[in-house]
């Protein structure tokens, strides 16, 4: 499964969330992401200006202007009805309870909520399947995690939070330790790192879902371009991850009808 995390990338735009749902039919991938915070909760108050496109706003109304509410999430429930599937990643109880009201295929647990154990424990009852990133998290925070959600059909992202993430810190090779410690759960990668050969390593290391943050153009007003992924990135890296197992092929050392012509040609002597 290869999810397209649009986030907030769209900039509080319907019309550009609808593009960015276009790009990721158009590049293959199975799933569109969104995320959804309650931004009246205290939890999220910050102070400060943000120099926006708009111009200099207070950071909350920058934070506001870019949140989809009910109004918008109806139109994207529509647009991708018969086209893909969409979900949001939920960061309070009000946004698993907001989110509810759609037929989602799984709930996204971030990695910043991992250790809200509410959130978790309500994610639970839910029934439905789990995705959950394990960015900048502990060991033991995990296990508690899987411990709390195992009930469910649960999978989880191996990734970095860093934006971007640098390469000698991908570590890669937890993604086969996560199979082992966890055979009961699927394992997957969720890439904040700059380029796409990364996701192509962790496939052929065993992961089986992932995640990349998606926009038309770099050049967009946004907080994570530098971790991010265009159009013509994206296709490719859906593509290719299809192919892994294809060119992994045998085990066994074959000679191919293919190769003939070209066999004959340069060992006829």
């Given amino acids: 499964m290869f999810i397209a995390e649009i986030g907030i990338n769209h900039n509080g735009d319907l019309v550009l969330a609808k593009q960015l749902i276009d790009m990721?039919?158009?590049?293959?991938?199975?799933?569109?992401?969104?995320?959804?915070?309650?931004?009246?909760?205290?939890?999220?108050?910050?102070?400060?200006?943000?120099?926006?496109?708009?111009?200099?706003?207070?950071?909350?109304?920058?934070?506001?202007?870019?949140?989809?509410g009910k109004k918008e999430y109806d139109a994207i429930d529509k647009y991708c009805e018969g086209k893909i599937k969409w979900t949001a990643s939920v960061w309070d109880l009000e946004s698993l309870d907001f989110i509810m009201q759609y037929d989602i295929p799984f709930i996204k647990i971030p990695s910043a909520k991992i250790t809200d154990l509410k959130?978790?424990?309500?994610?639970?009852?839910?029934?439905?399947?789990?995705?959950?990133?394990?960015?900048?998290?502990?060991?033991?925070?995990?296990?508690?995690?899987?411990?709390?959600?195992?009930?469910?059909?649960?999978?989880?992202?191996?990734?970095?939070?860093?934006?971007?993430?640098?390469?000698?810190?991908?570590?890669?090779?937890?993604?086969?330790?996560?199979k082992r410690k966890y055979p009961f759960v699927k394992i997957g990668y969720s890439g904040h790192e700059e380029g796409i050969s990364a996701c192509i390593v962790a496939k052929v290391l065993g992961a089986e879902v992932f995640e990349r943050h998606i926009t038309l153009s770099k050049s967009m007003f946004g907080s994570d371009q530098s971790a991010i992924i265009s159009y013509d990135q994206l296709y490719r890296l859906v593509r290719d991850i299809k192919k892994v197992e294809i060119w992994k092929g045998s085990k066994q050392l074959k000679i191919y009808k293919s190769e003939g012509v070209v066999r004959n040609k340069l060992r006829k002597n």
């Fill in 119 to 178: 959130l978790l424990e309500a994610i639970k009852k839910t029934k439905k399947p789990v995705v959950m990133s394990g960015g900048m998290s502990s060991a033991k925070e995990i296990d508690d995690a899987v411990e709390i959600l195992k009930g469910n059909e649960l999978t989880i992202l191996w990734c970095n939070s860093s934006y971007p993430a640098k390469d000698k810190e991908l570590d890669l090779n937890v993604i086969p330790e996560l």
């Fill in 24 to 68: 990721a039919i158009k590049s293959d991938c199975d799933v569109v992401k969104f995320q959804k915070r309650n931004l009246d909760l205290p939890q999220y108050y910050c102070s400060g200006k943000r120099e926006t496109p708009w111009g200099e706003v207070d950071y909350m109304d920058y934070k506001k202007r870019i949140e989809f």
